[in-house]
């Protein structure tokens, strides 16, 4: 054992799980156990309740502890508890691609299924670049992604995104090509506006650059999310993704967007394509599509990008690609039920009904020390604190501490907090949201 490595001392029964994207040793000296959820809440191993302030991680988008949803679950459990779908089928996987293909993005009809949405960007990725090679462009492997962009932990996800924590331990072993565009966030030019900002369009043409750099022959599709959610809040300023579609056409490029947090309602459309009027050639979903309930991720693509892989030997296999558990068909049943809780109760479009008060009371947090800019569409939300000097992400760290205590759970990014609360908030929990976080953001002053 290297010498430098202090073994930790077995301490308590938390000792055993290493938990993801999480300071284990803080965590195991002072852990915030959630026991129970129900609606906008959860409670705590002791009882105390919280409010959810971030659906979960950006999944729980119809509330917590949904009947229906455990229902399906239970009874499709009971029918049939799996079924491959490698040279096999059952019926409700058909079923639920062709209740999203009817939700979907004009044109967006075909679905390819997985279990997360690392799992789906590393899978449009893949059906990008051998898309290519389907048509006779296998030279076209070259990815684009964002600096700032978070498109989940596989090796594929890492690559394209752009948060340096995420990549610096793997640095030699992404995948070799692989070009970034520069970020859209610029607190100089657009702190605290509402909704999208209006500066920066123009950060799109960095796609010309790296074509001028690379050669369009050479590049497969660029990928971006919509709106950035896991680096804190970046959202694309008015016309930014409509140039990159032009370009992207030009160019003969694919685009993917990238929605895992903006897809099922999060912005009040049922994806950030249908609300920014911009349709990818691929999409990649996971989180709100099960309500967070049961693993599952969905990759929408275009039907003329299914259609060039249906070439050849007709019972040749078209695309080596898939996992055990896609379309797992007790996630199917927890899909179908979320749309159709989703559907009865409005809540793909219920966004755009609250982001007006959303908006207002987020920016009512303006003026408060530390608080450097203000983000907010649809029902995300972000405040950005002044670093403490010298301590990146401790005044962050405080204030998500805090907010816990005092029974509202937020999500920091360094030293952005980040909000997305279940789509059911009432007016009373957006304002306990905002008064809670305005609260622990001046006790941490
Ligand atoms: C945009 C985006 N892509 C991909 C992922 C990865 O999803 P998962 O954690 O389900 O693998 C996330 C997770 O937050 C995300 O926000």
């Not at 284990?24 to 852990?31: I, V, Y």
């Not at 969905?298 to 019972?315: C, H, L, S, T, W």
């Not at 000097?389 to 759970?409: D, S, T």
């Amino acid at each position: 054992m290297n010498a430098r490595i202090t073994p930790a001392a077995a301490k308590t029964d938390l000792d055993a799980f290493w938990m993801p994207f999480t300071a284990n040793r803080q965590f195991k000296g002072q852990p915030r156990l959630l026991a129970r959820a129900e609606g906008m809440h959860y409670w705590t191993a002791e009882g105390r309740q919280v409010l959810d302030g971030v659906a979960g991680l950006w999944c729980v988008n119809a509330g917590h502890g949904r009947r229906e949803i455990t229902e399906a679950v239970t009874k499709q459990i009971g029918a049939m508890d799996f079924a491959p779908t490698f040279q096999m089928g059952h019926p409700i996987a058909f079923e639920l691609a062709n209740r999203l293909a009817a939700i979907a993005p004009p044109g967006m009809d075909r679905v390819f299924f997985t279990n997360s949405g690392s799992e789906s960007v590393d899978t449009a990725l893949k059906i990008a670049i051998a898309y290519h090679r389907a048509r006779g462009q296998g030279q076209r492997t070259r990815l684009i992604g964002r600096e700032r962009g978070y498109h989940g932990v596989g090796f594929g996800g890492m690559s394209v995104g752009g948060m340096v924590n995420n990549r610096k331990f793997f640095a030699s072993v992404m995948l070799p090509s692989v070009d970034h565009l520069q970020h859209t966030l610029d607190i100089g030019h657009n702190a605290f506006s509402r909704g999208l900002p209006h500066w920066g369009m123009h950060l799109a043409n960095d796609l010309e650059r790296l074509v001028a750099l690379h050669d369009a022959s050479t590049i497969a599709a660029v990928i971006v999310e919509p709106i950035g959610g896991s680096a804190g809040v970046i959202l694309p300023p008015v016309g930014y993704l409509k140039r990159l579609r032009e370009i992207c056409d030009k160019h003969d490029i694919l685009l993917i967007f990238d929605e895992v947090i903006t897809g099922f309602g999060r912005i009040g459309k049922p994806f950030a394509a249908l609300e920014f009027d911009v349709i990818p050639d691929i999409m990649t979903t996971a989180k709100g599509l099960t309500n967070g309930a049961i693993p599952m991720g969905a990759v929408f693509a275009q039907r003329k990008i299914y259609d060039a892989f249906m070439q050849g030997p007709e019972n040749a296999i078209e695309l080596f690609h898939g996992y055990t558990y896609s379309a797992h068909p007790v996630a199917c049943a927890a899909a179908l039920a979320t749309l159709d809780i989703y559907e009865r109760e409005g809540l793909l479009t219920r966004a755009a009904t609250l982001s007006p008060e959303w908006q207002e009371a987020l920016h009512s947090i303006r003026g408060t020390p530390n608080v450097i800019d203000i983000r907010n569409f649809g029902l995300i939300g972000a405040v950005d604190l002044e670093p403490r000097a010298g301590k990146p992400g401790a005044r962050g760290f405080e204030v998500f501490l805090k907010c816990f205590e005092k029974g509202v759970l937020i999500r920091v990014t360094g030293d952005i907090v980040a909000l997305s609360p279940p789509l059911i908030i009432e007016s009373k929990q957006i304002a306990q949201i905002v008064e809670t976080l305005a609260g622990a953001i001046r006790e941490t002053a």
